[in-house]
């Protein structure tokens, strides 16, 4: 078995046993709980990025059959509900393009959609960072048939001397430049400039920096944006896959946050420190694996 197969052999064995997990997650609230929407969206994402993604299983059963549980979890009260939608308005379009993907209907959720989208439209943006930073949205309600056509936006440049020494919140700004520059990688035209060839270099500097300090979100956001690049010819991709294929736990989850576990359970009082602290990172790591592994998948063009 060569190399690329043995990887490949991997990611799918990663898949199968974050599905598993994901599967059992639910049970995690306690045999009293219902569960919270948060999880139940994230849990939903999870299932498909693993079916779709990774198993590339076209079945997607375990998928499928949890999209009515989903909408279960959807509070009756329409104001409940909208409150809670509105805490993280991504997550749930990524959850209703994967419903409306198996035709499951949510009137809650299909309100919101319209609602939010009707917002941005009429919503002027203050500046180009505001713009990027609500990108993600727009892009989603686009893929949704529920915005306008986006406009093109601008990779802007820095020095790479400001770029090695940038910190986190420049940082930041620019990975939502850059996903927002190349439309999740749909936009190769223009992107052949000295600037890419120099975040060919150095983002791999700083994503390897950011996983050395077990700042695993920022690093993993880095690694995405190589995709979005189309920078499918340097090493240090598969050096990244590696290193996340290696945080995944026996059971199936991903990350070693033992201590940061500890110190919620002492300052929280949640009914599963797990499922909030494990749940949105494995979530994260899946979508990296995925995109990393299969440049033909996109999470945010999946559904």
């Avoid at 499928?64 to 989903?70: E, F, L």
């Avoid at 520059?181 to 035209?189: F, K």
């Amino acid at each position: 078995m060569d190399s690329r197969s043995l990887v490949s052999e991997q990611v799918r064995s990663a898949g199968a046993r974050a599905r598993d997990w994901l599967v059992a997650a639910q049970k995690l609230e306690g045999p009293d709980s219902t569960l919270n929407p948060r999880h139940a969206f994230q849990i939903l994402v999870g299932l498909w990025i693993c079916e779709q993604g990774l198993i590339e299983d076209q079945t997607f059963a375990c998928t499928s059959a949890y999209t009515h549980k989903v909408c279960q979890c959807i509070p009756d009260d329409t104001e409940e509900a909208m409150e809670f939608l509105y805490s993280d308005p991504a997550l749930v379009l990524f959850s209703l393009g994967i419903l409306r993907f198996f035709d499951v209907h949510s009137s809650q959720i299909e309100l919101f959609a319209t609602k939010i989208s009707e917002l941005l439209q009429e919503h002027a943006d203050q500046d180009e960072e505001e713009a990027n930073e609500l990108f993600l949205v727009r892009f989603l309600l686009r893929r949704l048939h529920l915005h306008a056509p986006l406009p093109a936006y601008t990779l802007h440049e820095m020095p790479a001397g400001k770029l090695i020494d940038a910190d986190d919140a420049s940082v930041s700004m620019l990975v939502k430049n850059i996903m927002a520059a190349t439309h999740y990688g749909q936009v190769t035209r223009g992107m052949e400039t000295n600037f890419v060839q120099t975040l060919n270099s150095l983002l791999p500097v700083i994503m390897f920096d950011y996983f050395r300090t077990y700042n695993l979100e920022a690093g993993m956001q880095i690694l995405r944006c190589m995709r979005y690049l189309h920078m499918y010819e340097n090493r240090s991709r598969g050096a990244g896959l590696h290193f996340l294929l290696a945080q995944q736990q026996t059971d199936g989850h991903f990350g070693f946050l033992a201590y940061e576990l500890n110190q919620l359970k002492t300052t929280e009082h949640l009914t599963s420190p797990d499922l909030h602290v494990y749940l949105p990172l494995t979530v994260s790591f899946l979508w990296t694996i995925a995109e990393t592994a299969h440049p033909q998948f996109v999470l945010t063009q999946s559904f």
